[in-house]
């Protein structure tokens, strides 16, 4: 079974925990193995395929493959969470940006012009599952990513956002549910719990990302039927109030992420 961040809005997407400790390693702060061990996580193995030099076929991991993207001359990462409609991050070319749509995620490399895109394989049976992780690296074009905010224009948008959410939600009764949803969402909260970006991030990036995520799980609670509106024609409306604002919560994401590189490209 493959799923992708959708499949837990609060859950850190893997290309998340990858672009943050990517980050850290190439900037000093972390050493290659702690970074490899945090992006890997709880999962049983990631492995990346597809980097420049190599047989299409080989196989490597993390630490390797992070090495090898510094020799390269990256700088640093970047995160993509793009959904249809919206490649949020992404440079091209059509067949990396389709595979990465297909993902709702990817990670860019600053420096050098190559991405990588995780297929992410649960197996195993119900109540012993596990989990492997294969990045796939493919050129992409050097070029400015698609609809990328600053950290300064994505809290601004976030809190605009979180107004609007809150009076959203108070009109589609998604109060109504009362503890209901304020279990799912905690639900959302333990099953996401994981210490948030890695070191050399601001500490403003840490809250943004907090909030944004928070944000998405409170739209996917809402858009999953919690509350009075439940009908067909209802939950469409639900859907239509509360798009603009994923984009907002996805958008604040993206730029948290990538505060490690952009902040100081800004400087």
């Known amino acids: 079974m ?5 499949d837990n809005p609060y859950q850190e997407p893997r290309s998340g925990r990858l672009t943050a400790w990517g980050n850290a390693l190439l900037g000093g702060g972390a050493s290659p193995d702690d970074a490899a061990a945090a992006v890997q996580g709880p999962d ?4 990346v395929t597809g980097l420049p030099g190599e047989a299409p076929d080989s196989l490597h991991g993390l630490t390797w ?3 090898r993207l510094r020799s390269l001359g990256a700088k640093g990462l970047r995160l993509a969470l793009p959904v249809a409609g919206h490649p949020l991050g992404l440079t091209g070319p059509p067949a990396f940006n389709a595979l990465a749509m297909g993902a709702g995620e990817a990670v860019l490399a600053v420096g050098v012009p190559y991405g990588l895109v995780p297929e992410v394989e649960v197996y195993g049976p119900e109540g012993d599952q596990g989990v492997r992780v294969l990045w796939q690296c493919l050129p992409v074009n050097d070029a400015p990513p698609a609809d990328v905010p600053s950290l300064d224009e994505a809290e601004r948008e976030l809190a605009d956002g979180l ?4 009076a959203a939600l108070v009109r589609l009764d998604v109060a109504g549910a009362g503890p209901q949803t304020l279990r799912a969402l905690e639900s959302y909260r333990r099953q996401g719990h994981r210490e948030l970006l890695a070191p050399g991030y601001p500490p403003r990036a840490v809250r943004v990302l907090e909030s944004a995520r928070q944000v998405s799980a409170l739209l996917h609670i809402a858009a999953g039927g919690h509350g009075a ?3 067909a024609s209802e939950m469409a ?3 239509e109030t509360l798009a603009p604002l994923d984009r ?5 994401q993206v730029a948290a992420y990538n505060a490690a590189v952009d902040e100081q490209r800004r400087d």
């Open 229 to 231: 509106a439940v009908s």
């Open 2 to 6: 493959l799923v992708t961040p959708a």
């Open 44 to 47: 049983d193995a990631h492995r």
């Open 163 to 166: 107004r609007q959410a809150t």
């Open 65 to 67: 493959a992070l090495g």
């Open 248 to 252: 907002t919560a996805r958008r604040a």
């Open 237 to 239: 409306a639900r859907r």
